[in-house]
C-alpha cells in the first residue's frame, strides 16, 4: 500500500531539546513538505522540498531545519530556537510542485513541549 | 498574496441532507487550483476534490462537488446526503505558481469549518 508514514504519532520534549520527526513516502514523489497546525487554526508551511539534496524555507522556517538525502524521506528537527513548538505537525508529498498536483498528507505528529 | 477566506466557523446539518461549506480566496495569478481537505478528528487530512483556475466544469467527487465561481472568487464544497462520518473540520486551500517569496507551489489554507451532522 503506498502512502506517507509519521514517526511518532505523540512526541514530548524538555526545554533545550532538539527533537527529529519522521516522514517517509513510497509513493515516488519528488516533492515533500512540512506543515504546522496550531489549535483552530489552518496549515501553515516550515519547509518544503522540490528534489532530493533540496529544500526551500517556507513561511514558518525560523527554529527548524530539514534534510533531503533520499527522495523518500523528509526528516523535521524542531531545534530549541523554536520558541513555542507544541503544536501539530502534518508532513505531506506530491508528484512534483506543480500548481495543479495534489498534496497528500500523512497521520501526524503532535509534539508537546513540558 | 494569496488568501483563503471560510466564514462559517461551524455548521449542522440533519444526517442525509446537503450542506454547503463556502470558501472565497483572492489571488492575483490567473493559474491556480482550489483543493478541499477533511480532517477529522484523528488529525489527518484527507484529500476530496480539486479544481483548476482553467476548468470550464465544476468539480464533483461521488457525494463531494465543488460550485466554482471565478468571477465571485468563490469554490464552495457541497456534500450531497451526508452521513454521521462526514462529521469533521473541512478546510479549503490554494496553490497558485507563485505564492510569493520562496514558498513557491504552498498551499495557502483558510481557517477550517466544523461539521457537524445530526442523526
Known amino acids: 500500500d503506498g502512502g506517507i508514514t509519521q514517526s511518532p504519532k505523540y512526541l514530548f520534549r524538555k526545554e533545550g531539546q532538539n527533537v527529529t520527526l519522521s516522514c517517509e513516502q513510497n509513493?515516488?514523489?519528488?516533492?515533500m513538505y512540512w506543515y504546522r497546525q496550531d489549535p483552530g487554526q489552518g496549515l501553515r508551511l516550515i519547509y518544503y522540498?522540490?528534489?532530493?539534496?533540496?529544500?526551500q524555507k517556507g513561511d514558518i522556517a525560523e527554529g527548524y531545519s530539514v534534510s533531503r538525502e533520499k527522495k523518500e524521506s523528509f526528516p523535521l528537527t524542531v531545534t530549541s530556537a523554536q520558541k513555542n513548538p507544541t503544536a501539530f505537525y502534518l508532513c505531506?508529498?506530491?508528484?512534483?510542485?506543480?500548481?495543479?498536483?495534489?498534496?497528500?498528507f500523512g497521520p501526524g505528529t503532535r509534539l508537546t513541549v513540558l | 498574496a494569496q488568501k483563503i477566506t471560510q466564514t462559517q466557523p461551524g455548521m449542522f446539518v440533519q444526517e442525509k441532507e446537503a450542506v454547503t461549506l463556502d470558501c472565497t480566496y483572492d489571488?492575483?495569478?490567473?493559474?491556480?487550483?482550489l483543493f478541499w481537505y477533511k480532517q477529522p478528528s484523528s488529525g489527518e487530512m484527507i484529500f476530496l476534490i480539486y479544481?483548476?483556475?482553467?476548468?470550464?466544469q465544476n468539480a464533483t467527487e461521488g457525494r463531494y462537488s465543488l460550485n466554482f465561481q471565478k468571477a465571485r472568487k468563490s469554490a464552495n464544497l457541497v456534500i450531497s446526503a451526508s452521513q454521521l462520518g462526514d462529521s469533521a473540520m473541512y478546510f479549503c486551500?490554494?496553490?497558485?505558481?507563485?505564492?510569493?517569496?520562496?514558498?513557491?507551489?504552498?498551499?495557502?489554507f483558510g481557517q477550517g469549518t466544523i461539521l457537524t451532522v445530526h442523526p
Open positions: 505531506a508529498s506530491s508528484i512534483d510542485s506543480s500548481y495543479t498536483d495534489t498534496q497528500y
Open positions: 509513493l515516488n514523489h519528488d516533492a
Open positions: 522540498s522540490q528534489i532530493v539534496n533540496d529544500f
Open positions: 489571488t492575483s495569478d490567473p493559474s491556480y487550483g
Open positions: 479544481q483548476g483556475s482553467y476548468d470550464q
Open positions: 486551500a490554494m496553490r497558485a505558481p507563485y505564492a510569493g517569496g520562496t514558498s513557491y507551489g504552498k498551499l495557502t
